[in-house]
């Protein structure tokens, strides 16, 4: 009567699978880019239209990417953390505001504070589409061979950047993930 | 103070989880009266503490009580009396809580009304409940306690999530669990049975109307679930097959067929293994269900707060419960073969067709719901599997369950002489087909196989249920509710397949920009995009505006479709303006404010969309005449009345 055993070990199997399924984060999304270089750009500054700011300026700098927009209320609320960190000099931040209104952008940054060494203006949203951004705030961290080393989505919290990005940029630990 | 009494009263019920546990099980297999005795008033207990711990939070929400961190997190002074109520069940905690109250309540109807079984089979299903009404209450009070309380308390607190704040959704909850947890019923008699290792027609005569009163239950909190979807969330979709959407769609499946498996199993004896193996499936899909729910192995767009360790717990419990049960039927079913056989062409064939179709689809279902997971699981990457696949899946056993719905229920059991039945049969095809033609190329002007065959199964189903009433009022006979139930429910299912056929061949839905004084036209209607002005709710500002639709220069209707913020969470919601009528819907939402009094909208006219929700009702009406059968009320002659199985004419067809 083997026959009768079946649902029941059809059942065992689903729980098995159910384990791993609970060790594991449905939203977490690994990033292609992860250990691949960084897509290169060249947009006009934020800053100063008249200028250029491309990803060639950092080549043999650690940097992080953060792509941010007036219009998004996550990168409002980041951009103080963003401020303090880029008080502390440890890596420059770049910029990349992502399909926004250039006198909006540049009166947010003149009002709030500028962390940004350089912020290129991407108004089509180009430079974002290749750097496979899903929703502002976005953070990216390239090394200085112009690797992408770290992915963050959303808003970055001190503890994002206390256990994950840090030890990367000052050389302690290596990761080849991220979260969202 | 109440408060702490509630979390008391929450573990008292849990104690007495398992005095009803231990003495239903026990007592039944000692074949001890008192101890049996003591089982019914544990229940009657747990009873009255589950619903003083619900009434504790139902009014500290009430008070406002915001020492209270699951009030403070899911209420505010600004919400509506209703809505602090019906914030009880508003989120994780409390909603469990429902759900055991309402386990509870099952419980103790098992107990009152216990009539035509006997007290060692009734003990034993008090035993089973027992078991998971305790893991319940554990569950709740180790994991997601709503008694927990916020010191320093919080001035304000954090409000209900705006799209609950609607009067279907409140009353959607309690509806569903009823159904979803009704199926305990069902469950704890099969595992009663197994330990028995006796099923008879008593016993499937038994358990039917709590299957169909859950089932009942399900439907309806099935359709009031989608009837919300269509114009809270505003963009006028009816079914999203979203995992938690499933999550009460399986069960759904799973009591269908079992209904359909009891009945043969009550008028033949046949389908034991069948039977007890859908009662079990069912529960199991609603507690699977709820673990993937709440445990966040899933992505939804139900944001249920998650939590891997209120996951782990109810895996467990998941395990523990069903695997137990498996390991049971494993065990004892082979002892209830029956030996009955019959025709191919019989109502018992037909039915075991529906109930393979059935299990075939909630296991489609299934696997497309954990789909994502498997292959995770395996690392082979990310997926996500959405509508495309499971309308397209859906489809394959459904279309031909239609089709034989309409000859099955006029075969006869044992041995169908469908040659009388051809005639009126054929009749009907000619004029569901003459009628999906019409529709199809007369009416909208468009036919492809898959309308076509959509009308034409809507209207076969329809006509083949109107058929029994109709000839036997003609001829003067009375229609037993058994019989009449079955043709209503059958009815309201072929309501519902020319709903959802119609609506998702013909509907319009266009997306564009309007401004102050445009107009557009959107299947035979004109919008005239009036104005916005801004108005005032309890809890919210709107921006409302004003569409004035007319058909021919005749004005139809105006709309007043809005963008909602509510005060506490921010959030912009979209409040759908919604014309109804019974052959159309038309929907206008707001999108974005493009700027100088131009916003995007979305206009939508959607033929006949009413008829799935009308369906949905007809179906639990024809549950619920089926209820009033006789056969469920006579108190049986003897305890022991089993099936006739001996039966010379099957026994032949069988070999």
């Known amino acids: ?180 | 103070m109440s408060v702490e009494l509630g979390h008391f009263a929450l573990i008292l019920a849990f104690s007495l989880a398992l005095a009803q546990a231990f003495f239903g099980l026990a007592g039944a297999t000692t074949h001890r009266a008192h101890w049996m005795a003591a089982a019914r008033s544990a229940v009657i207990g747990q009873l009255v503490f589950v619903v003083f711990a619900f009434g504790c939070l139902a009014a500290a929400f009430l008070r406002n009580d915001f020492s209270v961190l699951y009030v403070a997190g899911n209420s505010n002074t600004e919400l509506p009396a209703f809505y602090r109520v019906a914030a009880v069940w508003g989120a994780h905690e409390g909603s469990l809580l429902l759900w055991l109250m309402v386990l509870v309540i099952w419980s103790a109807a098992v107990g009152v009304f216990n009539r035509g079984m006997s007290t060692e089979f009734i003990s034993k299903v008090l035993g089973v409940l027992g078991l998971v009404s305790g893991g319940f209450a554990l569950f709740i009070i180790a994991t997601s306690n709503p008694f927990e309380r916020l010191l320093p308390a919080a001035l304000q607190g954090r409000d209900l999530n705006p799209l609950l704040q609607d009067p279907a959704l409140a009353a959607h909850p309690p509806m569903l669990y009823t159904g979803y947890v009704g199926l305990a019923v069902p469950f704890a008699c099969a595992v009663a049975a197994l330990i028995e290792g006796k099923l008879d027609a008593n016993w499937a005569r038994w358990v039917k109307p709590w299957t169909i009163v859950a089932w009942l239950f399900l439907t309806l909190g099935i359709a009031l679930g989608s009837f919300w979807a269509y114009y809270e969330l505003g963009w006028g979709g009816w079914w999203f097959w979203d995992p938690v959407e499933n999550a009460s769609f399986m069960p759904w499946l799973m009591a269908t067929a079992l209904i359909h498996s009891l009945s043969v199993t009550e008028k033949r004896g046949l389908f034991k293994s069948w039977t007890i193996l859908l009662a079990i499936f069912g529960f199991s899909l609603s507690l699977l269900g709820t673990f993937l729910v709440r445990s966040g192995v899933l992505i939804s767009v139900h944001a249920f707060a998650s939590d891997p360790s209120r996951g782990l717990f109810i895996l467990i419990f998941l395990a523990l419960c069903i695997g137990g049960a498996l390991t049971l039927y494993a065990w004892r079913a082979p002892r209830l073969q029956s030996n009955a056989g019959f025709h191919i062409i019989s109502r018992e064939s037909f039915l075991l067709f529906n109930n393979v179709l059935l299990v075939v689809a909630a296991s489609l279902i299934l696997l497309g719901t954990l789909y994502p997971l498997f292959i995770d699981a395996l690392n082979l990457g990310k997926i996500s599997v959405g509508p495309p696949y499971f309308a397209v899946v859906f489809l394959i056993p459904m279309l031909p369950l239609l089709f034989l719905v309409g000859i099955g229920m006029h075969a006869s059991w044992k041995q169908a002489k469908l040659a009388a039945m051809r005639k009126p049969l054929l009749i009907a095809l000619g004029v569901a087909a003459l009628f999906a033609v019409t529709i199809t190329l007369l009416i909208y002007g468009r036919m492809s196989v898959l309308k076509f065959v959509g009308q034409l199964a809507g209207a076969w189903v329809i006509l083949s249920s109107l058929y029994q009433p109709i000839t036997r009022w003609r001829a003067g006979q009375r229609v037993p509710p058994g019989i009449l139930g079955m043709c209503v429910a059958h009815l309201g299912l072929g309501v519902f397949v020319l709903g959802v056929t119609t609506v998702e061949s013909y509907k319009i839905e266009k997306d564009l920009s309007l401004g102050t004084g445009q107009t557009v036209t959107v299947g035979h209607y004109d919008f005239n995009w009036v104005d916005t002005h801004q108005v005032t709710g309890p809890n919210y500002d709107a921006i409302e505006a004003t569409v004035r639709i007319t058909h021919d220069g005749q004005e139809v209707t105006v709309l007043h479709p809005q963008k909602r913020v509510y005060h506490v969470q921010t959030s912009p919601m979209t409040e759908a303006g919604i014309d109804a009528h019974w052959q159309r819907d038309l929907l206008v939402s707001m999108g974005d404010d493009l700027g100088n009094g131009v916003w995007s909208v979305r206009v939508q006219y959607k033929p006949l969309v009413r008829f799935i929700w009308l369906g949905a009702v007809i179906m639990a009406i024809g549950g619920f005449i089926g209820l009033l059968d006789r056969r469920y009320r006579t108190v049986k002659q003897t305890a022991e009345q089993t099936v006739q199985v001996s039966d010379p004419v099957s026994v032949a067809a069988r070999s």
Not at chain 1, 42 to 52: A, I, R
């Open chain 1, 1 to 180: 009567m083997w026959r009768f055993l079946i649902p029941g070990l059809v059942f065992a199997v689903l729980i098995g699978f159910f384990v791993i399924g609970l060790k594991r984060d449905p939203s977490y999304v690994p990033s292609p880019l992860i250990g691949k270089a960084a897509p290169a750009f060249s947009l006009s500054k934020v800053e100063d239209p008249t200028q250029q700011v491309s990803d060639k300026d950092f080549v043999g700098r650690k940097h992080l990417v953060n792509v941010w927009a007036t219009w998004c209320g996550g990168c409002r609320q980041e951009h103080e953390f963003l401020v303090a960190i880029a008080k502390q000099n440890v890596i420059p931040i770049v910029g990349i505001d992502w399909k926004d209104e250039l006198p909006l952008a540049q009166r947010w940054l003149t009002q709030l504070g500028n962390p940004y060494v350089a912020t290129g203006f991407d108004m089509e949203g180009r430079v974002a589409i290749d750097y496979g951004v899903y929703g502002a705030p976005e953070t990216f961290l390239v090394d200085e061979h112009g690797i992408v080393i770290y992915k963050h989505v959303g808003i970055l919290t001190v503890e994002v950047w206390q256990n994950e990005m840090l030890p990367l940029i000052t050389g302690k630990a290596t990761a080849n993930g991220a979260r969202t």
